[in-house]
């Protein structure tokens, strides 16, 4: 009889947490009610500071998934963004993909998710102006707390994720 095939569980908040300390990566995480919309968000974070985002989880038509991180006002069109990443005709992925995936539910995409994406099929993009910000926040794979990060700890994590996110101009 052959062995079951088991699926490696998504990573928790305290392995996000590990991951990033190993790698030297300092963060601050805020606890907050559950939000799922950027309006949410503006409403409860009272006077965090730093750059705040928004995370959009996209496949295009040839199957390629994207992970695009922008400032939470950016506006992004999805037909002219597609010209800009190098991406076919774009849409929103499925929550069952993004849970496949990234191992997040809807209202947590984060890039911190990446930790979840052990073949690396995401490609990822982060917004050009929000890197230059000082401190980034995202949610810790989960949306009822906010984690600050730097925008090179930011890095630094992504790349550990077997990636080199490609920064844009949105």
């Not at 998504?10 to 559950?34: K, M």
């Not at 705040?52 to 989880?57: D, G, P, V, W």
């Not at 982060?126 to 707390?145: C, G, I, Q, R, W």
Request: hydrophobic share 50%.
């Amino acid at each position: 009889m052959a062995p079951a095939i088991v699926e490696a569980m998504p990573a928790t908040e305290a392995d996000l947490f590990a991951h990033l300390e190993a790698l030297g990566v300092h963060v601050e995480t805020h606890r907050h009610p559950p939000v799922f919309t950027v309006a949410e968000a503006k409403a409860l974070r009272g006077g965090l500071d730093g750059a705040h985002t928004k995370n959009l989880f996209l496949k295009d038509k040839k199957g390629v998934l994207w992970l695009v991180v922008a400032l939470e006002d950016r506006a992004i069109d999805l037909k002219n963004l597609r010209y800009k990443i190098g991406a076919a005709p774009l849409s929103f992925a499925g929550a069952a993909t993004l849970r496949e995936r990234l191992g997040v539910e809807p209202g947590s995409v984060t890039p911190f998710a990446l930790i979840n994406d052990s073949e690396a099929a995401v490609r990822v993009i982060l917004d050009a102006e929000m890197m230059d910000a000082p401190v980034l926040n995202f949610h810790p794979l989960v949306n009822t707390a906010t984690t600050a990060i730097t925008a090179q700890g930011l890095l630094a994590f992504i790349r550990s994720c077997g990636r080199e996110p490609a920064i844009v101009a949105l």
